[in-house]
């Protein structure tokens, strides 16, 4: 299995602008999570998907962000307009069993 | 809520030496799991060892070892025979039970090896 699949692995982008960051699970992985990690709040939970349906988004800063999971295969996060403050680095993971796999990240620049 | 809490921000260790790395955690669940995750510098998110709260015994992966404790809710994670792939960051987890709950992270040690 080629692991969690995400991409871009980098964006920059402007203010104001839509920018959608995608992410393909492991095939059998039933829980998909994405995380947001920064300096100042370090790794933190946005939201997580079973079997595709959400089952905790307290960790959506505010309606800019949404994030949707159509099918088993597929997921994105989709912040509109960004802000300079959004700029992190994006995880997406998914569960197995016990252990939470993580996808290479994206890391977004919002200028 | 679940909280975990690794009080050193950096640590040094001598290549070929032993580090152990702190790590607390609150919670009142009986039934959960503590992981340690390694990002070394290309941010990528490394599983290297779980513990289940249900086990006595400290999991173990070659040069990896945990202390747990659980009366004292303190999880630490030694390394021995230290190398220089070794350095990273490293953040102590915490998961509930339930199989697909969320992670919650410790704010992470920076770890340097020394050669």
């Known amino acids: 299995d080629a692991g969690v699949i995400q991409s871009p692995r980098h964006e920059v982008t402007e203010m104001g602008q839509e920018v959608t960051l995608r992410c393909k699970p492991i095939s059998g992985h039933n829980s998909l999570f994405w995380y947001r990690q920064t300096m100042m709040r370090g790794l933190e939970l946005l939201i997580y998907f079973n079997n595709n349906v959400p089952i905790d988004d307290s960790g959506m800063p505010e309606d800019r962000f949404s994030a949707k999971m159509p099918n088993a295969s597929f997921s994105t996060l989709k912040i509109q307009p960004s802000e300079p403050r959004d700029s992190a680095v994006y995880f997406c993971?998914?569960?197995?069993?016990?252990?939470?796999?993580f996808g290479p990240g994206t890391r977004l620049t919002v200028l | 809520a679940q909280t975990v809490t690794q009080s050193q921000p950096e640590m040094s260790v001598q290549e070929a030496e032993t580090v152990t790395l702190s790590c607390t955690y609150d919670t009142s669940e009986s039934d959960y799991y503590l992981f340690w995750y390694k990002q070394p510098p290309s941010r990528q998110m490394i599983l290297v060892i779980r513990q289940e709260a249900y086990k006595q015994q400290n999991a173990t992966e070659n040069r990896f070892s945990v202390n747990f404790q659980k009366a004292a809710k303190s999880f630490s994670l030694k390394i021995s025979d230290s190398q220089l792939g070794d350095a990273a960051m490293y953040f102590c987890?915490?998961?509930?039970?339930?199989?697909?709950?969320?992670?919650?992270f410790g704010q992470g040690t920076e770890l340097s090896v020394k050669p």
């Open positions: 993971a998914t569960s197995g069993l016990h252990e939470q796999f």
């Open positions: 987890a915490y998961r509930t039970g339930n199989q697909g709950g969320k992670l919650i």
